[in-house]
Structures are given as structure tokens and as C-alpha cells.
């Protein structure tokens, strides 16, 4: 199992920036890929981006062009720039690995996850 930590969420004002982290244990050499996912109260979770061992990155519609996936292999860290922040946003992050190779089927869908982080919370403010 992969014990994930995130951090770097809080209140942002509309059109402002955040960087996500994410320190994975040293586990990460079952990792196929990772992913950041958010979610609200009463909706389902969100997969918002994700990147395999090589490097290859998928985004959903919601965030392409404004969120950047990013990991740092040598720090077990996953990071994820989000730019031009919207108070549709606003949510709890988390970060996930997978330990099966799911990524043409679930990158952006939780079932296609292992294990999970505790979450972070963004807040952006119109």
C-alpha cells in the first residue's frame, strides 16, 4: 500500500493560484500512475488530472488549460499547479496512486485507484 499526504490547499480569492503536493511513501515502485481527484458534499468524486510513470498526462474538460500535473520521481512527490481559479473550484483534493494498470480505462475514474490521501481543502472566493 501507498501512504499519500497532501498538502497545500486553503482560501484563494477567483483568479488566483494554488500548488497542490502530495508525498508518497516509498512504496511507488508498484505505482502505475497518480492522479488529484476533488469532491463537494453530496456529489460524486471528480477525477481533475492525472500522470503515468512516463509522464503522460490526461485533465478533465473542467480544468484543461488552467491545472498542470506534475511529479517529481527522485522526492516521491506529486504536484499539481492550478491557475486561474474559479469559485466552481472550490472543493476537497485528494491525490491517489494506482498499483494496477488501469490508465486507457479509469485514469480520470476513482475505480481505477488504489490507494488514497486524506484530502486538502481549496476555497476560492468570487
Known amino acids: 500500500q501507498v501512504q499519500l499526504v497532501e498538502s497545500g490547499g486553503g482560501p484563494v480569492q477567483s483568479g488566483g493560484s494554488l500548488k497542490l503536493s502530495c508525498v508518497a511513501s516509498?512504496?511507488?515502485?508498484?505505482?502505475?500512475?497518480m492522479g488529484w481527484f476533488r469532491q463537494v458534499p453530496g456529489k460524486e468524486r471528480e477525477g481533475v488530472a492525472a500522470i503515468d510513470s512516463d509522464g503522460r498526462t490526461s485533465y478533465s474538460d473542467s480544468v484543461k488549460g488552467r491545472f498542470t500535473i506534475s511529479q517529481d520521481n527522485a522526492r516521491n512527490t506529486l504536484y499539481l499547479q492550478m491557475n486561474s481559479l474559479k469559485p466552481e473550484d472550490t472543493a476537497m483534493y485528494y491525490c491517489a496512486a494506482a498499483r494496477r494498470n488501469w490508465w486507457w480505462y479509469w485514469q480520470l475514474h476513482p475505480s481505477g485507484y488504489d490507494d488514497w490521501g486524506q484530502g486538502t481543502q481549496v476555497t476560492v472566493s468570487s
Open positions: 516509498d512504496h511507488t515502485a508498484s505505482t502505475y500512475y
